[in-house]
């Protein structure tokens, strides 16, 4: 029987070796456990860049950033504290759309270059005693309309959409862009916004994360093909404006 040399017997060795690790690595990758640890590393860098302590970050970094926070951008927010503010003034959930009306328009004094609504605003407002016609959407409209800087939120659907599609420069990337060439995701329709506060808006934007295996938010596209119109995530529209 012949016997293999040294350098075969170390070759057949090395190959036998890369395809037990091609192996293993499939088999983790088909478990999902080195996404996983991908997803847990990711998510200690952004707490390590938020500042916000984490014990697998001293096993994974050597030090820890300051978060640097810009005075540039600041976030209106509707959070619990103000829902039940204006809740015991008898003003309950949802807030009729005069308030964001003057919100605009406080915020358009102030100069804001650009004021951006990241809710769906789909649907009229909802009938009151004693309010104007259309429920206050009249009024949001001009607001919006006035200030020429107000972007608001579409949502690409899988099933059917709601409202007239908003087709132009506002809501539609053009050649310029060159994203001809990007494997972009896409869906059949979208949710716009009702037409009287869609008039006058300066521009739309996407509002659709990706949910990853573990329920987390880490991802988000650029852009979506709408049917055929390449219409740009919501953080886009905003760098289109400012």
Known sequence: MKTLSPQNKSFLFDLVLVALIVLVVGALMAAG????FDFKQYDSLVRLKRGVPDPLDSVLFMTRGTPVPRSSVVFVCIDQASLAAYDKQGQGWPWPRAFHARMVDYLTSCGAKAIVFDMILSERDVDRLN??????DGTFGESITASNRTLLVIEAKEGAGSNAPVTDARAVLGP???IDDLSLPSRPSAVYPIQELARGAAGFGLANPVLDRDGVIRR?????KVGNAPVPSLALAVFRKV
Do not use: C, F
């Open 33 to 36: 456990v080195l996404e996983e």
């Open 220 to 224: 988000y596209p650029l852009a979506i």
């Open 131 to 136: 309010a104007e016609p259309g429920g206050g």
């Open 176 to 178: 310029g862009w060159r």
